[in-house]
């Protein structure tokens, strides 16, 4: 059941969140880190990706905690420019559903790049806290929880046409070597009174790819998954992968809806 999944990773989070926090200059490679990241938004090129999501959602019974079904699967061109994203070519089980989201489901916006960055930036004033040994795909990694407060928060939560900058608590796994960013995890936390949803988790794994002949790390994975709020909350688990990264120029094939 995804609320109690969700409420275990953010139970995870608090305790993990009660160790010793750190400051960016206090931590040598969390300044590594911080450089390559600025480094890294910096550099990225405009570029277009093909998105596709399945949307699932769970109405959850106090017995059995209810079945994930299927509620549709979306795809879309993302397009990257000016350090913004632009979705384009929406389509809804193949066909066009250019206001897709702002009528329907809940989506996470608060572009990656930018999240990222925000994390480093001095606004954010972003707690760390001491790291914990991993391995990914079998490189030495660094994981790193965190915290930011929400009058800090770039993370922006639209659902029902409402949206709100929750704080949020999370995880980011380094490669040890190169202090490239991995994973990312964020939890939402504290959302207001009357906001359709109590809690927003959101996961993004990175890979290596190649735009034009130059290689980057960006999302080829990423799940969100909320719940809402009150009695008879329903859960939905949205999954996306990234796929066919390309530069784009004045000349791409994009159709951006009016």
Avoid at 161 to 171: E, M
Avoid at 185 to 208: A, C, H, Y
Avoid at 212 to 226: I, Q, R, T, W
Wanted: a positive charge; one cysteine or more; proline letters at 6%.
């Amino acid at each position: 059941m995804v609320c109690a999944r969700v409420a275990v990773l953010g139970a995870a989070c608090m305790v993990c969140c009660a160790q010793q926090a750190i400051s960016p200059k206090a931590d040598p490679f969390i300044e590594k880190a911080r450089a390559v990241a600025l480094s890294f938004v910096e550099q990225l090129p405009h570029y277009v990706v093909s998105q596709s999501t399945k949307r699932k959602y769970l109405r959850v019974e106090p017995s059995s905690g209810g079945t994930w079904r299927t509620l549709d699967e979306v795809s879309a061109q993302l397009v990257y420019v000016n350090g913004k994203e632009i979705y384009s070519d929406v389509m809804r089980d193949g066909k066009p559903a250019p206001d897709l989201r702002e009528k329907q489901g809940m989506w996470s916006t608060g572009e990656y790049a930018y999240r990222l960055g925000g994390l480093f930036a001095p606004a954010a004033a972003t707690v760390f806290h001491s790291p914990r040994s991993a391995k990914v795909n079998g490189r030495p990694a660094l994981v790193y929880s965190f915290a930011v407060e929400q009058q800090n928060s770039g993370w922006v939560i639209m659902i029902r046409g409402k949206t709100f900058q929750p704080a949020h608590k999370g995880t980011i796994t380094f490669d040890r070597e190169t202090a490239r960013v991995l994973e990312l995890e964020m939890n939402s936390r504290d959302f207001p009174r009357g906001f359709p949803i109590e809690i927003v988790t959101s996961k993004t794994k990175l890979g290596q790819v190649r735009i034009g002949d130059n290689e980057y790390f960006l999302p080829v994975e990423a799940e969100v998954s909320s719940c809402t709020a009150g009695v008879d909350p329903v859960c939905t688990r949205n999954v996306s992968e990234f796929r066919d990264y390309r530069k784009f120029t004045a000349d791409s094939s994009i159709k951006f809806e009016p």
